[in-house]
């Protein structure tokens, strides 16, 4: 198997579970661990230095979620990449499951435990030095929100990964254009992100991010600066299901039953790779349930668009 078919099959596993795993519980972020799929792929199918029966070897490379609410995301590569059984992905959210909402390091493979955004960096940021000062040369990889880099503690996190020359750390931004309750230009404005991190010192590479070649080429780009680097990833929210796509409706729903779950699996049945299998209906859904008329469905749902209060239109 070639590692291109490799990770597309990952990240529609990714997908598939991540559909399941919001729908058994009930809930929330499916958007965002749509449009993130792609990049957790790549990195465990092709980029990654970890051994699932190994999960504490010590040059391993670490990897953090830092926007910690796609947290599903991360269980459903590690399941299936060996570091525990994919049957366990049905109890996500549910009580005493090891799967809580967000990720948590009580989970073989998980390095440390997110939700509270800004801090993924800094804690990368931190291994990194610690890896420094003692010679090693595992790489730290910190998947975070763009939302998320509102955050002050970024941008302290970046000032110091210059600082201290962390050419190891990648940090990988899903750049999915949305946050909240809005798009991220409507919610504070990041305005020229990339020279943003550029000004900060860091190597900036601005792709694709739901591209697996052009995350694979960035992954292998390399630096002779002594600089941290990190990849702008363009996304879309919701990516593979197309009624979820950029519609800030699905960072807090979950696919309910009826329309909403069958219309989901059947879509991601079309873009199924080949030599997948779905674990849970195999040939897809007989007769899936169609959307209903006057269903609320490509509608914007932001809260520039239902909620106009006076002071937000003046100058």
Same mark, same amino acid.
């Given at each position: 198997m070639h590692n291109d078919s490799k990770s597309e099959q990952l990240a529609w596993l990714i997908r598939r579970h991540g559909v399941e795993m919001t729908h058994l519980s009930g809930g929330s972020h499916i958007g965002?661990?749509? &449009?993130?799929?792609?990049?957790?792929?790549?990195?465990? *199918?092709?980029?990654?230095?970890v051994d699932c029966n190994?999960?504490?070897?010590?040059?391993?490379d670490r990897f953090i979620l830092s926007k910690g609410h796609a947290g599903a995301s991360i269980y459903a590569a590690l399941a299936e990449t060996?570091?525990?059984?994919? #049957? %366990?992905l049905k109890t996500h959210y549910q009580n005493g499951s090891r799967l809580s909402g967000h990720v948590s390091h009580h989970l073989p493979g998980v390095d440390f435990s997110t939700g509270s955004l800004g801090h993924g960096l800094s804690a990368g940021a931190r291994m990194t030095y610690a890896a420094k000062k003692d010679h090693e040369k595992y790489k730290v990889y910190v998947v975070l929100?763009?939302?998320?880099?509102? %955050?002050? &503690?970024?941008?302290?996190?970046?000032?110091? *990964?210059?600082?201290?020359?962390?050419s190891n750390l990648t940090a990988i931004v899903d750049h999915n254009m949305m946050q909240s309750l809005d798009f991220c230009e409507k919610t504070i404005e990041l305005g020229d992100f990339a020279g943003k991190w550029s000004s900060f010192g860091w190597n900036v590479l601005e792709i694709n991010?739901?591209?697996?070649? %052009?995350?694979?080429?960035a992954f292998a780009t390399k630096f002779d600066n002594g600089k941290p680097t990190v990849i702008i990833a363009d996304t879309v929210k919701g990516c593979g299901i197309p009624f979820m796509e950029n519609d800030i409706l699905w960072h807090y729903r979950f696919p309910h039953d009826g329309? #909403?779950?069958?219309? *989901?699996?059947?879509?991601?049945?079309?873009?199924?790779?080949?030599?997948?299998?779905?674990?849970?209906?195999?040939?897809?859904? *007989?007769?899936p349930t169609p959307v209903p008329e006057g269903a609320d469905i490509y509608n914007d749902h932001t809260t520039t668009a239902t909620w106009h209060p006076a002071w937000m239109q003046e100058g």
């Amino acid at each position: 198997m070639h590692n291109d078919s490799k990770s597309e099959q990952l990240a529609w596993l990714i997908r598939r579970h991540g559909v399941e795993m919001t729908h058994l519980s009930g809930g929330s972020h499916i958007g965002a661990i749509l &449009s993130v799929a792609d990049i957790v792929a790549v990195l465990y *199918a092709d980029i990654l230095n970890v051994d699932c029966n190994n999960p504490e070897m010590e040059d391993r490379d670490r990897f953090i979620l830092s926007k910690g609410h796609a947290g599903a995301s991360i269980y459903a590569a590690l399941a299936e990449t060996g570091f525990f059984p994919v #049957e %366990e992905l049905k109890t996500h959210y549910q009580n005493g499951s090891r799967l809580s909402g967000h990720v948590s390091h009580h989970l073989p493979g998980v390095d440390f435990s997110t939700g509270s955004l800004g801090h993924g960096l800094s804690a990368g940021a931190r291994m990194t030095y610690a890896a420094k000062k003692d010679h090693e040369k595992y790489k730290v990889y910190v998947v975070l929100g763009d939302g998320e880099c509102d %955050e002050g &503690s970024v941008w302290e996190a970046a000032l110091f *990964a210059n600082q201290y020359r962390l050419s190891n750390l990648t940090a990988i931004v899903d750049h999915n254009m949305m946050q909240s309750l809005d798009f991220c230009e409507k919610t504070i404005e990041l305005g020229d992100f990339a020279g943003k991190w550029s000004s900060f010192g860091w190597n900036v590479l601005e792709i694709n991010g739901n591209d697996h070649d %052009e995350l694979r080429k960035a992954f292998a780009t390399k630096f002779d600066n002594g600089k941290p680097t990190v990849i702008i990833a363009d996304t879309v929210k919701g990516c593979g299901i197309p009624f979820m796509e950029n519609d800030i409706l699905w960072h807090y729903r979950f696919p309910h039953d009826g329309w #909403e779950y069958d219309q *989901a699996v059947t879509l991601l049945h079309k873009i199924k790779p080949e030599g997948v299998a779905d674990p849970y209906t195999p040939d897809g859904i *007989a007769n899936p349930t169609p959307v209903p008329e006057g269903a609320d469905i490509y509608n914007d749902h932001t809260t520039t668009a239902t909620w106009h209060p006076a002071w937000m239109q003046e100058g």
